[in-house]
C-alpha cells in the first residue's frame, strides 16, 4: 500500500492535474483551498440535518410505543397502526440518479426536491441533505475544474461545471426560497443550529468566489477583467455556480429557521447621533 505522505510538497509547491507545479500559496491553490474548505463546511451542516432528522424520528418512535402502551391498558385489543405511503424521497432520486452531460439542463437526481413545498420537518431535513449531498459532489467538480486550467493536459478528463448546472442550482433557490417570508429586514445568522452552519458555510462560499475571481484576474493579468470572463484560469459557469450557492445556502439557512418556527434574526440598526 502506499503511503499517504509523498515529500514532493515539501519545497512549498503541489502539483496541479493539469500538469506542472505551483506555490502552495498561488492564487489557484487558494481558489481550490477555499472551495475544499466549504466542501468540509457542508458536510458539517449535513451532519445537522442527519442528527436532527434521527433524534425527531426516535422522539416519535417514543410516542407512538407511549401511545400503544396506553391503548392496550385501557383495552385487550391490539392497536393496528394505518400504513400511510409516503411520498418518493429525494434521496432515492439520488441514489438512482447519474451525472448529466455537459452543457444540459438534466438534473442528476431527478427533483431532488419536488415535494419540498409540503414537507414535514423531517422531510425537509431529507431533502435538504439530498441537495447537499449532490453540492458535495460538484464542488469535488469544481476542485478538479480549478486543478486543471483550461488547455492543458489531461483536461478530456474533466467534467466541467456547465450551464445545466447553474440551472440545476436556480432551480433548488427557487424551490427552497418559495417557503420562505419575504425579506422585511436584513438577516443575521443565527436561530436553529442548522441555520447558524448554514450561514457560516455561505459566509465560506462567498470567500470562495472571491478566491476564484482574483485568480481569473491575475491570470489574465489584468486587475479589471470582468469576473465571468474566460481566462486560463477557471470558467465563468464555475464562479457562477458559486454564486449561486451562497443565496442557495442563505435560502435554506432562513428556511431552517422558519420551519422550526423561529423568526429570522433582524439587524437592529443603531441610530445615528444626530
Not at 147 to 171: C, L, N
Not at 232 to 246: D, F, L, M, Q, W
Amino acid at each position: 500500500m502506499p503511503k499517504l505522505y509523498t515529500r514532493t510538497g515539501d519545497d512549498g509547491t503541489t502539483g496541479l492535474f493539469g500538469g506542472g507545479r505551483v506555490g502552495k500559496d498561488h492564487p489557484r491553490m487558494e481558489a481550490i483551498g477555499t472551495v475544499d474548505e466549504l466542501n468540509a463546511a457542508i458536510g458539517w451542516v449535513r451532519n445537522a440535518t442527519t442528527e436532527a432528522q434521527r433524534h425527531g424520528e426516535e422522539k416519535g418512535q417514543g410516542s407512538d410505543q407511549a401511545h400503544q402502551r396506553g391503548a392496550m391498558g385501557k383495552s385487550d385489543l391490539p392497536v393496528v397502526e394505518r400504513e400511510v405511503e409516503d411520498p418518493p424521497r429525494a434521496s432515492e432520486a439520488l441514489a438512482h440518479g447519474t451525472r448529466h452531460s455537459p452543457g444540459t439542463g438534466e438534473g442528476r437526481c431527478g427533483d431532488p426536491i419536488g415535494t419540498l413545498q409540503r414537507s414535514t420537518n423531517n422531510e425537509l431535513r431529507t431533502d435538504f441533505d439530498s441537495i447537499l449531498a449532490t453540492l458535495q459532489s460538484r464542488l469535488f467538480d469544481i476542485g478538479a475544474d480549478l486543478a486543471t486550467p483550461i488547455g492543458s493536459k489531461h483536461e478530456d478528463k474533466v467534467a466541467r461545471i456547465s450551464g445545466g448546472d447553474v440551472s440545476e442550482a436556480e432551480k433548488w433557490i427557487d424551490e427552497v426560497d418559495g417557503g420562505n417570508t419575504p425579506m422585511t429586514a436584513f438577516v443575521l445568522p443565527g436561530g436553529t443550529e442548522l441555520s447558524a452552519r448554514l450561514h457560516l458555510a455561505r459566509t465560506i462560499c462567498r470567500r470562495a468566489e472571491r478566491r476564484m475571481i482574483a485568480l481569473a484576474r491575475a491570470e489574465e493579468g489584468s486587475a479589471g477583467v470582468p469576473p465571468a470572463a474566460d481566462t486560463k484560469g477557471v470558467t465563468p459557469e464555475a464562479i457562477i455556480y458559486i454564486n449561486r450557492i451562497s443565496d442557495l445556502l442563505f435560502a435554506m439557512a432562513r428556511r431552517a429557521n422558519r420551519e422550526a418556527g423561529i423568526a429570522d434574526v433582524a439587524w437592529e440598526k443603531k441610530t445615528p447621533k444626530l
